[in-house]
């Protein structure tokens, strides 16, 4: 079975410059879910979503960071003007009500 | 407040020894807890959960942890270590009681296995 899958795996990009992460959840799933890891401060629950609706994103940082599902099978992050310190590995991960999350592999993003 | 305090950032071990990883919680509800571990540029995997029940739990791998509710632990085991259970392990307990939905996770700890 596929599980959660993201894109891209690396960015690199300068600062200033939006950047979008996609995640397609594992088919089935009703809840998404977007994590931040970095080394300083771990890994940094964002934003969820259940049946496409936000339902928390009191971990998003600031207003540069938004978040979307338009659809059961197709989820964005975008950061928009990219900084220096928004580098970090971002992961998605997705469940079903009432049963552990799956990972995707996450986007690796570096911003210059 | 929930949080989770894990012991020790680097473990090292050798093949075939014991694997201990240690994990403290803090819930003022009863808790869900998790192990879940990360592999180079991969994602976290599910090792085993704890949510009600028996308080001793088994996961893949062979790895089980023991909720003690009195001692607020939840610390990861294996008896015998394999070469390829080298990786990072992340201890999580889920926020505002009951559900897989928020969790926060441990700083984690990177597990060397040595030949």
Do not use: N, W, Y
């Given at each position: 079975d596929a599980g959660v899958i993201q894109s891209p795996r690396h960015e690199v990009t300068e600062m200033g410059q939006e950047v979008t992460l996609r995640c397609k959840p594992i088919s089935g799933h009703d809840y998404l879910f977007w994590y931040r890891q970095t080394m300083m401060r771990g890994l940094e629950l964002l934003i969820y979503f259940n049946n496409n609706v936000p339902i928390d994103d009191s971990g998003m940082p600031e207003d540069r960071f938004s978040a979307k599902m338009p659809n059961a099978s197709f989820s964005t992050l975008k950061i928009q003007p990219s900084e220096p310190r928004d580098s970090a590995v971002y992961f998605c991960a997705s469940s079903v009500s009432n049963q552990p999350q799956h990972f995707g592999d996450g986007t690796r993003l570096s911003i210059l | 407040a929930?949080?989770?305090?894990?012991l020790g950032s680097h473990v090292s071990v050798s093949e075939g020894a014991l694997v201990l990883l240690r994990c403290n919680y803090s819930s003022s509800v009863p808790p869900y807890l998790f192990w879940y571990v990360q592999y180079p540029n991969q994602g976290l995997q599910l090792l085993l959960k704890y949510t009600t029940g028996a308080t001793l739990v088994k996961g893949i791998n062979g790895f089980?942890?023991?909720?003690?509710?009195?001692?607020?632990?939840?610390?990861?085991?294996?008896?015998?270590?394999?070469?390829?259970?080298?990786a990072e392990y992340f201890c999580a307990v889920n926020i505002g009681g009951g559900g897989y939905n928020k969790l926060?996770?441990?700083?984690?700890?990177?597990?060397?296995?040595?030949?």
């Open positions: - | 929930q949080s989770v305090t894990q089980e942890a023991e909720f003690k509710k009195s001692e607020t632990s939840f610390h990861l085991t294996k008896p015998s270590a394999h070469m390829s259970d080298a926060i996770f441990g700083a984690g700890t990177r597990l060397a296995v040595h030949p």
